[in-house]
T-cell receptor, first 112, second 113 residues
Framework: GENVEQHPSTLSVQEGDSAVIKCTYS??????FPWYKQELGKRPQLIID?????GEKKDQRIAVTLNKTAKHFSLHITETQPEDSAVYFC???????????FGTGTRLTVIP | DGGITQSPKYLFRKEGQNVTLSCEQN?????MYWYRQDPGQGLRLIYY???????QKGDIAEGYSVSREKKESFPLTVTSAQKNPTAFYLC????????????FGDGTRLSIL
């Protein structure tokens, strides 16, 4: 089955700096990679996703890159703000599947 | 306002007791899911249902049971056979089968008394 690894587990950055979170996956059949943001005690919220036919996707201050050959994908947050502080999860799936395989999460703290 | 409603927000279980977590959606989604979240870990799939009166085991189904008698409801029962039930439980849904979960509920935190 699919195995998703996520690093780092914790990340602290100064407000305004960039943050990068990296994930690797094991199943080359996976072709859909969403990222979720979860604030303490709240539901995960989808913030950005990427499919395997695309190498990069941007949405304002957030971007995701995918390297299919190396089987890794990354989340980039630029100009970080205190409200970006949360736990971020990567996940992998494939079209037609009923499951998402999640990484173990990264706790991002943005220091004002 | 469409969404997924989970109740209760907090739940306590005594030893040997079964407890049921509620999940209701008004999104008219076909598929519903239950995930378990432990500290420092990602979400793990317990059960999912693609259609009324049908459900499938996920990766960690032992000690849990579900039912799907109505499209909008997918309750999860944590049985006494689940020896380590303390966790945060999240219900999710997707528009149709074969699509990944798109909406999550606010979760239920279950603890052992």
């Amino acid at each position: 089955g699919e195995n998703v690894e996520q690093h780092p587990s914790t990340l602290s950055v100064q407000e305004g700096d960039s943050a990068v979170i990296k994930c690797t996956y094991s199943d080359s059949a996976s072709n859909y990679f969403p990222w979720y943001k979860q604030e303490l005690g709240k539901r995960p919220q989808l913030i950005i996703d990427i499919r395997s036919n695309v190498g990069e996707k941007k949405d304002q201050r957030i971007a995701v890159t995918l390297n299919k050959t190396a089987k890794h994908f990354s989340l980039h947050i630029t100009e970080t703000q205190p409200e970006d502080s949360a736990v971020y999860f990567c996940a992998a799936s494939m079209d037609g599947a009923n499951n998402l395989f999640f990484g173990t999460g990264t706790r991002l703290t943005v220091i004002p | 306002d469409g969404g997924i409603t989970q109740s209760p927000k907090y739940l306590f279980r005594k030893e040997g007791q079964n407890v049921t977590l509620s999940c209701e959606q008004n999104l008219n989604h076909d598929a519903m899911y239950w995930y378990r979240q432990d500290p420092g870990q990602g979400l793990r799939l317990i059960y999912y249902s693609q259609i009324v009166n049908d459900f499938q085991k996920g990766d960690i189904a032992e000690g849990y049971s579900v039912s799907r008698e109505k499209k909008e409801s997918f309750p999860l029962t944590v049985t006494s056979a689940q020896k380590n039930p303390t966790a945060f439980y999240l219900c999710a849904s997707s528009i149709r089968t074969g699509e990944i979960p798109q909406h999550f509920g606010d979760g239920t935190r279950l603890s052992i008394l």
